[in-house]
């Protein structure tokens, strides 16, 4: 039988999200009689709302800003990995005992195994220190990367790099993000420069979140995580310069193809996915709000 069944997005505000259209996409693919809802939750009325996903029998939920971290405590459970990154995206709901995960970091690393990047240095450079960067710190962590981490408040950068500390042998290290010398230093020696920060992103696609004075080796790869425009400055600047280039669309596809995972225990139509998100972005696009 072909039960109805729902998932959800808790997040304040939700209505610009993408994700309804890649999972419902998704679900008809497979001939689920499944639908995503979106699920404006203001910041006073996290917990009641988690007790609505509760009691509404929701098979699970995706989790965005401003609760990524906040519903944390209000959960039956939390994985090691979402624990460690210090915030949830993904929640199952396993017999009324809401359980939550990260799924950014595996979306994060997974783009890098289609674009073929093989590195060699193993040192990165990541630019923000805000929640995205929580989940890219954690996958280049655990895959054995050094970072360094440049951010325009410092104090939060500090802050990540000592969060991650007992974690990880390998280190973050801070650099200030108008030390444009060492920051040139270490993208020479580094495999992969990511932007984390939400500079470039709709209405202003003409900023680039390096300094000008910054050249960009032909041997990095970039990856931006800024998916509204798919083609940032950044990344323009980077396919001008000869580096490879890695856009935003690959880790929010692959986040919610692994939340699809857990909640369907279905192998996703990742194709599906992709086409359902590239046409959203591309009507977006063409006619933003
Ligand atoms: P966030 O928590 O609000 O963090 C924003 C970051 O951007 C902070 O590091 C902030 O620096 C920096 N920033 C903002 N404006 C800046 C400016 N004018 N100059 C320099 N730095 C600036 O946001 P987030 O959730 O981490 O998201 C960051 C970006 O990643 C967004 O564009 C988001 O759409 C994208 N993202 C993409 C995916 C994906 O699946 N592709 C997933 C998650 C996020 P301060 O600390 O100094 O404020």
Known sequence: MNESRRVGLLG?????????????????????????????VAPENLALAVDVL???????????????????????GVSQEAQIIGAVNTIINASGQLRGYNTDAYGFWQVLGDAAFTPSSYQAVVLGAGGAARAVLYALLSHGFSVTLVNRTESKATELAQHFAPYF?????VVAHDDTEHLQAELEIADLLVNSTSVGMTPHITENPLPPAISLPATLTVYDLVYNPRETALLQAARAAGAKTVDGLGMLLYQGVEAFRLWTHQEPPV????????????ARTSSPP
Do not use: C
Not at 272 to 281: F, P, Q, S
């Open 169 to 173: 042998d390998h280190t973050i290290k």
């Open 12 to 40: 304040y505000p939700v209505h610009h999200s993408l994700s309804p259209v890649m999972h419902n996409a998704a679900f008809h693919a497979l001939g689920l009689a499944w639908e995503y809802d979106l699920i404006p």
């Open 54 to 76: 509760q009691a509404e029998g929701y098979v699970g939920a995706n989790v965005t800003i401003p609760h990524k971290q906040a519903i944390m405590p209000l959960l039956a």
């Open 271 to 282: 194709d599906v996915m992709r086409t359902a998100l590239e046409g959203a972005i591309q």
